[in-house]
């Protein structure tokens, strides 16, 4: 069935650790979008892609890198994790075509100690 | 670049009254707007959308309207039961270019039984 994966799902991890936060979509989209959100909260854009090879910087996009090699795969990475960074990291994608909509993902739930 | 605003940011309703959540959005070339429900500990879930050439959309109990002109959207949810409680965003996008949505700040609605 076509959709988004993201793991871990959950993830308790200390001070100054460096992190990945997986994102695989089956649905064939060309764009991919990562979130933070506390729950019930505002959505921050953290980065989004346009494609293989496209990343840019959303409102919140300091201290973590994403990257695009496969049109699927979407990674986060947080370099060195801070208690600031708790919160939920939703990915997102969606197709090309303007008013495709887009889908989400379960989400990983990040904390740092 | 767009804005959106989202207005009530909370909203409690009896069991079988009409909930209503309005949102405005200031870039006149957004023409695609949908609306997504989230419930607790849950992803946001795609529950109507509007394209700008139609005024109207329903499903069910959900209806969506649109007012290009004031640059206005509402979602409109009647004899709301239990399971509607859950925080709504709306969101505005550009078909063409349509790269990024901007999200509202979402409504959290509790319907009391």
């Known amino acids: 069935e076509a959709d988004i994966y993201q793991t871990p799902r959950y993830l308790v991890i200390g001070t100054g650790k460096k992190i990945t936060l997986e994102c695989s979509q089956t649905?064939?989209?060309?764009?991919m979008y990562w979130y933070q959100q506390d729950p019930g909260m505002e959505l921050h854009l953290i980065h989004y892609?346009?494609?293989?090879?496209?990343?840019e910087k959303g409102d919140l996009s300091s201290e973590s890198t994403v990257s695009r090699i496969r049109t699927e795969h979407f990674p986060l990475t947080l370099e060195s994790a801070r208690p600031s960074h708790t919160s939920q990291y939703l990915c997102?994608?969606?197709?090309?075509?303007?008013?495709?909509?887009?889908?989400f993902g379960p989400g990983t739930r990040l904390t740092v100690l | 670049g767009e804005n959106v605003e989202q207005h009530p940011s909370t909203l409690s309703v009896q069991e079988g009254d009409s909930a209503v959540i309005k949102c405005t959005y200031s870039?006149?070339?957004?023409?695609?707007f949908p609306w997504y429900k989230q419930e607790l500990g849950k992803r946001p879930q795609l529950i109507i959308d509007?394209?700008?050439?139609?005024g109207e959309k329903k499903d069910q109990r959900i209806a969506v309207t649109l007012n290009k002109t004031a640059k206005h959207f509402s979602l409109h949810i009647t004899e709301t039961q239990p399971e509607d409680s859950a925080v709504y965003f709306c969101?505005?996008?550009?078909?063409?270019?349509?790269?990024?949505?901007?999200f509202g700040t979402g409504t959290s609605l509790t319907v009391i039984p």
């Open positions: 997102a994608s969606r197709g090309s075509w303007g008013t495709d909509t887009q889908y």
């Open positions: 649905m064939g989209h060309d764009k």
């Open positions: 892609s346009y494609g293989v090879n496209s990343t």
């Open positions: 870039d006149s070339a957004s023409n695609y």
């Open positions: 509007i394209r700008s050439n139609v």
């Open positions: 969101a505005a996008s550009e078909a063409n270019t349509g790269n990024q949505f901007y």
